[in-house]
């Protein structure tokens, strides 16, 4: 595959995006998954550079069967095809101190130099780590110049024993040194406006994007919703059941202007492998007549 062009930089990186940008447009990340094979490969090629004009970063994910080094390769070759700044995503149960380091410092000298460090669902080894934030304190010891992501949940973690865990878990992270946050797929803007607004208080003053997915039908809403374990509001299944794609897909732009209007710097965009629903949601967001 021929690269898209080569990379070039430094780049802004993604808090100082927000300064900058983030009361005209909002900033956007675009998440991608690793390639299966060649075609995989070409649908996020082409998705990326469809996308390119309103999207800032694009994430690659590092789940399931592509956890790890083939995660790893896959962003450095999504940085090199496209010439424009990575987030990886990187699981850290499961993972040692040396681990950790080799994968970091691969993706630098692949000039990805942000990453989305998450716990994952990895049962962890001896002297591996066992939350993100342990994870996090570590890359920040250890590699000042990182742009370092972590996840937070406004509908609570599946895992939290009690209302406003996510809360402390988020102070935990902030303090170990992440400098922004992705929280999982927002379907209530207002949930998400209250849960920014519980951080800010707490303490926490570095970006939240809210996750926002990109689905055109409500049972494919719910597939999401249970492989990635969040909840569904009652009030949006009652609008959207029987709805065509177009209303559904009004309803996630809204809820990604509505988080915009109400503080939030940008959105980390999840298209589940629907890219032309994607490039709709984009020029819908910005205003396109689609």
């Known amino acids: ?6 990379p070039s930089g430094p780049f802004v990186s993604l808090p100082a995006l927000v300064q900058r940008q983030a009361r005209l447009k909002p900033v956007v990340c675009l998440e991608t998954t690793p390639p299966r094979n060649r075609a995989d490969w ?3 090629l082409d998705l990326a550079s469809r996308a390119r004009p309103w999207i800032e970063f694009t994430t690659m994910t590092d789940t399931g069967s592509s956890r790890g080094d083939p995660a790893t390769q896959a962003a450095i070759q999504l940085r090199l095809a496209t010439g424009r700044p990575v987030i990886a ?4 149960a499961g993972q040692t101190q040396d681990d950790l380091s080799r994968r970091v410092e691969a993706l630098l000298e692949g000039h990805v130099d942000h990453v989305l460090v998450l716990r994952g669902d990895v049962t962890p080894k001896s002297g591996g780590f066992t939350h993100a934030d342990e994870a996090i304190a570590f890359l920040r010891r250890r590699y000042p110049r990182l ?10 973690h599946p895992d939290d024993g009690e209302l406003g865990q996510d809360i402390r878990t ?6 170990a040194g992440a400098d922004f946050f992705v929280s999982q797929i927002v379907l209530d803007h207002a949930r998400f406006r209250d849960h920014v607004i519980a951080a800010a208080r707490a303490g926490i003053r570095v970006p939240i994007l809210p996750g926002i997915s990109v689905v055109g039908s409500l049972a494919r809403l719910e597939k999401v919703a249970a492989h990635c374990r969040f909840g569904i509001p009652d009030e949006l299944r009652r609008v959207c059941d029987g709805q065509s794609e177009n209303y559904f897909l009004r309803q996630m732009v809204g809820t990604a202007r509505a988080a915009w209007v109400h503080g939030a710097p940008g959105i980390h965009l999840c298209p589940f492998n629907n890219p032309d629903l ?4 984009l020029l819908a967001l910005f205003g396109y007549n689609v």
């Open 89 to 92: 995503h990187v699981a850290c």
């Open 147 to 156: 742009v370092i992501g972590a996840a937070c949940y406004p509908c609570g």
């Open 1 to 6: 595959m021929e690269a898209l062009s080569r």
């Open 42 to 44: 070409c649908r996020t």
């Open 170 to 175: 988020m102070q935990r992270k902030a303090q």
């Open 278 to 281: 994607t490039i709709r949601f």
